[in-house]
């Protein structure tokens, strides 16, 4: 059988994935999410099974058939209201039957999913303002119902929305690769996509956005627990 063509082409192990981080020595920890992470989609041929496995099982035609193309770790989009962009862990570059699809994912253990929403926005800069409107504007939101929900799903969220517009892309997609055995921040979740009247299922693709300008699917997947040792 002819073997699959690596995911990562431009990578040469974990070690690159390393030199990527904010901080490589304080972020790159056994046991923590950058590690992990790196670890588990290094030794795949292509997707990892347990990501894999949402998409082969999933009805929706707009992501039928779905092959990625090439996989780039901590890919940074800018997004309005402030310098810094939002970071995420790893964006897969894919195609469905129906085009390309973007896939945003965000490695997790036991860290949170960053601050609240109402704590992020305490003493607020005009700018942190501005990116908060667009960030709802971009999810089809008229506004935040529950400002417990985390920040940082807001913004990984819109990373994918923004980047399939760059692309051209027919479906963006949020995802949420823990590695938890407790399934924390899962709460935190089940809480952001309740914002779409969706109730979240572990290992299940679901439509959150219908107002956005390009189709937006979530879904949190549990990786295998044998990477936390590497």
């Not at 390393?18 to 790196?38: E, V």
């Not at 799903?153 to 027919?170: D, G, I």
């Not at 107002?211 to 879904?219: C, D, T």
């Amino acid at each position: 059988m002819e073997k699959k063509s690596r995911l990562f082409p431009l990578t040469n192990g974990v070690k690159d994935w390393q030199a990527l981080l904010t901080d490589p020595d304080k972020h790159w920890r056994k046991g923590y999410s950058a590690r992990t992470l790196a670890y588990c989609w290094e030794s795949s041929e292509g997707l990892p099974e347990e990501v894999a496995q949402p998409f082969a099982r999933s009805m929706e035609p707009l992501l039928a058939d779905l092959q990625p193309v090439i996989g780039i770790p901590e890919f940074k989009v800018p997004l309005p209201g402030g310098k810094k962009s939002s970071q995420n862990d790893i964006f897969i570059l894919s195609r469905s039957l129906a085009g390309p699809v973007c896939i945003m994912v965000e490695g997790k253990v036991s860290e949170s999913l960053g601050p609240r929403v109402t704590d992020w926005l305490k003493n607020a800069s005009e700018g942190k303002r501005k990116r908060l409107e667009f960030l709802l504007n971009s999810l089809g939101l008229t506004a935040l119902v529950d400002d417990s929900i985390r920040y940082q799903l807001l913004h990984r969220a819109v990373s994918a929305l923004v980047t399939a517009e760059q692309f051209r892309a027919v479906a963006a997609v949020m995802m949420v690769h823990s590695f938890s055995r407790e399934l924390a921040g899962w709460s935190d979740y089940k809480r952001f996509v309740s914002l779409f009247d969706v109730e979240a299922v572990v290992g299940s693709l679901q439509r959150l956005s219908v107002m956005s300008k390009i189709p937006l699917f979530g879904v949190w997947v549990v990786g295998n627990p044998a990477f936390l040792e590497c």
